[in-house]
């Protein structure tokens, strides 16, 4: 698992190099990339970030004029390869040290977004302007209204978030607004919210704080037009996977059974219906987006890339589970062979693999909805391949499994295969 640190700067000469430091000492556990954007400072802050230029772990982009914190983090985002993002002003107000507390909701599964909330209680906090203070508050209770949320403290710089939210909608706000632009979208996804106390030493304007009342006005004008006038793209996965799981379902019969879902998305959704319902003794997940943890005492998650070049063994015995689920997978591997030959290994001989993919006539029907921005038209362009019923078999004959049950099913645009492994027949 990897963080991303995305740090918006404009001339903070006095104060980068420490922020830098700081967020590279701060231990964690999982892999650190640190984004700093320099939104064409003009007091020697360029300067500054030239000498980390070698450094493998920060990358560092400049914008060739002044565009906003908004602009900045957006060229950020562009750049984040980890699975989670933390958003670190460049001016010592916020406190790297509080990042543990950030990712832990986050990593444990129970969030999709987590708020650094100045507001409550935590070890120390600067007294700051009452007016400052009374427009936050004001900017947050607005937010809570137009969002039906409840936090603290809308306006922080410390938005702590899975990454691939960022895949979900296009950000538009260059300077400021882009908090309660982020704040709206989140909401609008339905995203599970958090927020954790954190500690915070203010600055004055005097001192170098850019944020002035002309913010304040938009910040108000971006909560009514993003909560009255946007709209989240439907997702693909979100309007079909109900269906995929019911056909999945009628297969998965016997309760105590032990299950691996393969690309099972975070949070794991099939896996904790299935624990709810008392179907799995053990649940097993991979995913490249999962953080390397238990949910509960029934599931536990491996962090695997499925498209990555490491090919890593899953992390399993030989025929040590029952059923393997892979919904709606295959199509964005542009070579499974190797997770076929993962999943046979691991697989009892009498056990069933469940694989759910769209058909060939879904590809238009897929196109012209993102076209019409109905679904999200990157999960489409992600899609490497249409497999006919023929060729579907072939794929898992050549992988070692028999095709013991199929169909087509809404309208014909997704099909299921249930399969078994051919060591079952061979006699181990």
Not at 170 to 189: C, M, N, Q, S, W
Request: one cysteine or more; proline letters at 4%; charged letters at 30%.
């Amino acid at each position: 698992m990897k963080l991303s640190v995305v740090i918006p700067v404009y001339n903070e000469r006095n104060t980068i190099a420490s922020v830098i430091e700081r967020v590279k000492r701060v231990n964690l556990p999982l892999e650190k990339e640190i984004i700093v954007v320099d939104d064409c400072s003009t007091d020697g802050t360029r300067d500054v970030l030239k000498g980390y230029e070698g450094d493998a772990s920060i990358k560092i982009l400049f914008h060739s004029v002044n565009k906003g914190k908004g602009a900045a983090l957006r060229t950020g985002f562009g750049a984040v390869t980890g699975d989670f993002v933390i958003i670190q002003d460049a001016d010592l107000e916020y406190d790297p040290e509080d990042y543990p507390k950030l990712l832990k909701p986050l990593l444990e599964g129970r969030a999709d977004v987590v708020y650094g909330s100045r507001f409550l209680p935590t070890g120390e906090r600067m007294v700051t302007s009452f007016i400052h203070y009374q427009a936050n508050k004001f900017l947050t209770l607005l937010a809570n209204i137009l969002c039906n949320l409840s936090l603290t403290d809308m306006e922080t710089c410390y938005k702590a978030f899975r990454s691939e939210l960022l895949r979900r909608f296009d950000l538009e706000e260059d300077r400021f607004g882009i908090e309660p632009e982020l704040t709206v979208k989140f909401a609008k996804l339905r995203c599970r919210f958090y927020e954790v106390g954190i500690s915070y030493i203010g600055r004055s304007r005097k001192e170098g704080k850019k944020i002035g009342w002309k913010d304040g006005f938009r910040a108000i004008w971006c909560l009514l037009k993003y909560s009255l006038f946007w709209r989240p793209e439907s997702r693909a996965d979100d309007l079909i996977r109900p269906m995929r799981m019911r056909e999945a379902l009628k297969f998965i019969g016997a309760k105590g059974i032990t299950l691996l879902d393969v690309g099972c998305g975070f949070p794991p959704r099939l896996l904790i219906f299935l624990s709810e319902k008392g179907v799995i003794a053990k649940g097993y997940g991979i995913d490249k987006r999962v953080p390397q943890d238990k949910i509960g005492e029934r599931i536990e998650l491996f962090n695997l890339d499925l498209e990555g070049g490491r090919r890593e063994r899953i992390p399993l015995p030989d025929d040590g589970v029952d059923v393997v689920t892979m919904l709606a997978v295959i199509e964005h591997l542009e070579d499974p062979s190797w997770i076929l030959g993962e999943i046979r290994r691991v697989l009892r001989g009498d056990g069933l693999f469940i694989l759910t993919t769209p058909t060939p006539i879904a590809r238009l029907v897929l196109e012209t909805l993102a076209f019409l921005k109905v679904i999200d038209a990157r999960e489409i362009r992600d899609h490497k391949r249409y497999y006919s019923k023929d060729e579907l078999f072939r794929t898992l004959e050549s992988a070692g499994f028999r095709v013991i049950h199929y169909r087509k099913f809404e309208l014909g645009m997704n099909q299921i295969a249930v399969s078994m492994s051919l060591k079952g027949e061979m006699g181990r």
